[in-house]
């Protein structure tokens, strides 16, 4: 079988799942969904792994999807080796993942339990096209159907009201990016007369360049990105996301979907190499955030808030890292969050799951004991998530402050130390989460006396990541300065200055000791959250500051904002619109044909009086005046 | 031509025409005034035939068949208007006692 056709394969394994289980899953046995359903995932894994062992790189085209005079848009797959790793990211993370609801959505009913496999196959499917896609119609083909397989997943417990909101919440906020992605692809299609990745970037590097027309541009598609990646200014539907099932939090809004912007301004890097403002834009746009999420991940109580707005703040590391130009550190950081972020959900899904879906975490307190296998798990994610060495998320995080810090501008600077910063919070906040949740004395608040740890299929692929968390940053050691660089080597070859974009500065000697400081100082404030959350022997600080931790609580007030700013001028306008032409105009103009024609037909009645005499009189005269008017007309 | 040859002595056309008028005038005044639905139907046949009358004297006159074939399709017309017309007279005498046209004015608006 070709390569090309392997490609496809990639594709078509979830599609067809998904199309199964869309038709048929409700009517065939449960088995058969708790196969199908994971299973297609796996089978795109093997599919990948398959490309990755040929060494594919190559524009796959298919067929011709539209052609119209001299313009032609092809279906075309670029395999190289960032495609193949975001798709290794995402069958791999993305089957563990799905394998893991298998037993998490047990509760449900036959329907919704091929209901929700079905969508967790689309959104794989979007998700592998988005990241496949050779040309940017399909990339925003993909880019949209996974903001639709989303707001599906979001909204998945249709029931329950809060669950629509959010997922009508982030579809809208994902809208909004796609019509960025939209209006950046017409851009560059008005510059570069194509569509297709090869098309634009290689007229990019013949043609002299418009710099305005590409900073344009390029803002535009970080509209997308930034609305897809939860960055703030358009962050607030991820928080909200929660709603959805777990294993959604952990596959959608942790491990892929939200990564697409990086992934975005990874596979753009030839357009935000040359648009240096739009670059820098992406790196403070992913420095604010990661500092903002992590204040507000302090004080947040439902354990899977917290989650989120942890990733939020390590989307904005990787943010930052593609927006200096450490495109490979930023990739590493995708993949090590992908390890320990989907750990920590799914950890917490059985914790959630023993807890009958409670979900505050001051209302836990003591699973340290009882739920042994997850709360080890669950540790070695929040040390990860700290950045302990020798936990994958030490190297990855490491390396991009570290790729910061070397690169000695005033940006690169500025946004080193807010990572810094970030570093330190998000230690304290991941301190107070463990704390809280494990260990200490059960809270008398707590629903289950006596949790059950969950079935071995939840527990397995948890036990997986968390390996993989733990000895999976040995591929890429370069935050110590010694040691293997797969990732490096992987995703940006020595010789290929094409590829992902390189890294072009050398790292300084003092990263290393900052990035060992900084994970010391981060341990620190750790274990710091046990005297003030276990053993109460510092007063918290929220109780100094009462007005940061109500600042905190209401998430800077975004929410009221955006509710002052759009919520409620267009409700007035759509109120008004209602009130005023809906009811007064459109209405007056429908009733008032109808009541014109009702009025018409009365008075036109009283002609019909139903006598025979007056019928034909009418007759008799209209003929005689007929005769008389030809009459006259002859003479 | 313009002259009918009746028992050896010579008529105008118009004289034909002349009946034809004051026939169907006849036969419209009795559709118009007259309420029994049967005598309705009687002066409608009188008009059809004043019709004929003065077809077939043009016929006559301009010596040309049409006006002959003519008169014989409005009689088989006239056949038909009358069947139906009493079929339907009949039936409604079969369900209520109608005396004139004018009790039937279920249609009026």
Known sequence: MSLQAVTMLVLLFPAAGATLLAGRGWRMPRTVTKIVGPGVVWASFIATLVLLFNHTFNDFYYWTWIKSGSFELPFNLVVDNLSIFMCLVITGVGGLIVTYSVGYMAHEDDPSYARFFTYMDVFIFSMLLLVLAGNFVFLIVGWALVGLSSYFLIGFWYHRPSAVLAARKAFVMNVIGDVGMILGAFVLFVGYHSLTYAGVFNSLTTLTQDSGMLELAAFLLLVGAVAKSAQIPLHTWLPDAMEGPTPVSALIHAATMVTAGVYLVGRMHPIYDVAVYAHGAVAIIGAVTALFAATIALVQTDIKRVLAYSTMSQIGYMFLAVGIGAYTAGFFHLLSHAFFKALLFMAAGNVIHAMHDEQDMRKYGGLWGQLRPTSITFLLGSLSLVGVIPLVGFFSKEQILGAAFSRGDTLAYSVWAVGLVTALLTGFYTGRMWWLAFCGKPSPERPVEHPHEAPPVMLIPVVILAILATIGGFIQTRALGFGPHLIDDFLAPANDYTAVGRQMWEEAAGAVVIGLATMALGGLLFLAAYRVYVTHAWRPWTGRLPWAQRLLERKYYFDEAYNAAFVRPLDRVADLGFRDVETEVLDGAVVGTGELAEAGAGYGSFTQTGYFRNYVLVFVASAVILAIVLLLRAA | ?109
């Open chain 2, 1 to 109: 031509m313009g002259t009918f040859d009746v028992g050896g002595s010579q008529l105008d056309t118009s004289w034909f025409l002349l009946l034809g008028a004051i026939l169907f005038a006849m036969g419209t005044a009795g559709v118009l005034v007259r309420r029994n639905p049967l005598i309705i139907l009687i002066c409608i046949e009188l008009m059809l035939n004043a019709v004929n009358l003065t077809l077939i004297a043009f016929s006559r006159q301009l010596e040309n068949l049409e006006g002959q074939l003519f008169a014989l399709m409005t009689m088989t017309v006239a056949a038909a208007e009358a069947v139906v017309g009493l079929a339907i007279l009949v039936d409604i005498f079969r369900v209520r006692d109608v005396e004139d046209v004018d009790d039937l004015s279920e249609l009026r608006g």
